[in-house]
């Protein structure tokens, strides 16, 4: 029998737990650690809230969560409730599997002006995460900027540009849906500091923007590179420019303006105690593929700007950290001697849902290859219990958060799959604690 903690209950969490018990079968004991009262990180709190395709993947990590021998202890902060030391002496492995849930700063005169917001914090916020409830967004604006050319910038330009009734059907958080119906926002750019070839978009996610009610995406053809060069890009690269090629070919009338700027890199924001305006230059890419400013510069009015360029993992204290990547050293997810890391903490922010399995069986097939199926002198959850209770923690149990869950249902608009609780005593008042 082993014991093994897993710290963080998203997509690498759940998919390491699968893969854990797949080598063990039931010789394994699994705790999911979270330190929220409710499961599934990214997929509640970042998959966007109209992409419920997407966060139906929650059912697969639900079955993981309701099988034998695996427990969810949400509500548990590690360093706060229990430390890596005490993990580590309690468990046979301690698995990270902690995201990369911080902004990477865009590092620029005027980033810290009110109304710079990362998109951790704007994307949590729509998405119902207590960290991010109190946000309040300036939205009383006509234009934001929205800087990146990836698939979260995306996320934010269309979640900015839908109208209420494109929202049916999505768990956008109330006070999200609430406060843009009420704003005035008339154009959003997205900044790329590179060209049209060069985007991180993928095909499906960009020709979303061509069907939006209120919103038509603009490209300016010259910003194309020639179409025969189109050949040199994979397969789903080319289908992205394509999609590019067509927005630039329409000429839509609609109340939003989408607005793709490229071989554009902020170098400035600028404002009077908060965010007025961007300012940009322009850039030509060098032989390497790098973007390169020209000198030529130009200022874009905007009263919200959204730093979409990437995230990062946040240290714990005691493990190793490496603060030029923004996560945890590893070698193929192994930190130290029973210390793993899996998904975002152990490769970046990079790839998809999907990406994060792999991860999952490579370090359970190592865990196996270390401790094999012997018996553990390891006091495990049993320990985690005790310690728990004596410092007065109550743990959520899964069949807690499934309680909260009932009720985010049951509070549900109509048509709507939930209303999530975004605060956490809103979550634990759920349970009448
Ligand atoms: P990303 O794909 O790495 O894109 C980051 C973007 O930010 C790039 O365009 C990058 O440009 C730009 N950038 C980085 N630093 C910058 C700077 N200092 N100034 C200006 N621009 C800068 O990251 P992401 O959009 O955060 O997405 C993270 C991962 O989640 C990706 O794998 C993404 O595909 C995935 N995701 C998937 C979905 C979906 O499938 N529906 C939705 C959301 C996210 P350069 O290329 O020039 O570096």
């Known amino acids: 029998m082993r014991h093994v903690a897993v710290i963080g209950t998203g997509p690498a969490g759940f998919y390491t737990a ?7 079968g039931d010789q394994v004991r699994i705790d999911m650690i979270d330190r929220l009262p409710v499961p599934y990180g990214l997929i509640r709190s970042g998959v966007a ?18 099988s034998d021998h695996v427990r969810f202890v949400g509500h548990v902060t590690l360093g706060e409730h229990v430390g890596m030391d005490e993990l580590l002496g309690l468990y046979d492995a301690v698995i990270l599997a902690t995201g990369a849930p911080d902004d990477r700063r865009l590092g620029i005169a005027g980033d810290d002006l009110p109304g710079v917001i990362g998109s951790a914090a704007f994307v949590g916020w729509y998405n119902g995460h207590p960290d991010f409830a109190d946000l309040d967004p300036p939205l009383d604006i006509a234009s934001v900027a929205v800087v990146g050319n990836g698939n979260v910038a995306l996320d934010v330009a269309r979640i900015l540009s839908k109208t209420s009734a494109e929202f049916a059907g999505s768990d956008i958080a109330m006070h999200a849906h609430d406060a843009l119906a009420a704003s005035r926002i008339e154009a959003i750019h997205l900044l790329g500091r590179r060209g049209p070839h060069q985007i991180a978009m993928t095909p499906k996610e960009l020709g979303e923007l061509g069907h939006l009610e209120e919103a038509a995406p603009e490209v300016d053809p010259a910003d194309l590179p020639a179409e025969s060069e189109d050949a040199a890009l994979e397969p789903g690269q080319r289908k992205s420019v394509n999609h590019l090629r067509d927005f630039a070919g329409r000429s839509e009338a609609k109340r939003k303006r989408i607005v793709f700027d490229f071989f554009a890199m902020p170098i400035a924001v600028e404002g009077d105690g908060k965010v007025e305006r961007i300012v ?5 890419l060098a032989a390497d593929g790098r973007a390169s400013g020209t000198g030529e510069r130009y200022k874009i009015d905007c009263g919200l700007v959204v730093s979409c360029i990437g995230y990062q993992t946040p240290p714990i204290p005691g493990v190793p950290y490496d603060q030029s990547l923004g996560r945890f050293p590893n070698d193929h997810g192994v930190i130290a001697p029973g210390l793993y890391c899996v998904g975002w903490a152990r490769r970046g922010p990079t790839g998809t849902i999907g990406t994060n399995r792999p991860d999952g069986f490579e370090v359970a097939e190592q865990i196996k290859a270390t401790f094999g199926e012997g018996d553990s002198s390891k006091a495990g959850g049993a320990g985690l219990d005790a310690l728990l209770r004596e410092r007065g923690v109550e743990p959520v149990t899964f069949s807690d958060w499934q309680r909260i869950e009932a009720a985010e ?17 809103e979550m634990i008042g759920a349970l009448g604690r």
Request: aromatic share 8%.
């Open 409 to 425: 249902i049951e509070r549900a608009r109509e048509g709507n799959p939930r209303e999530k609780f975004a605060r956490i005593h």
């Open 49 to 66: 809230p109209d992409h419920q395709s997407i966060k139906a993947v929650y059912k697969r990590y639900e079955k993981v969560a309701l």
């Open 280 to 284: 940009v230059e322009r850039t030509r």
């Open 18 to 24: 699968e893969a854990l018990q797949k080598q063990f």
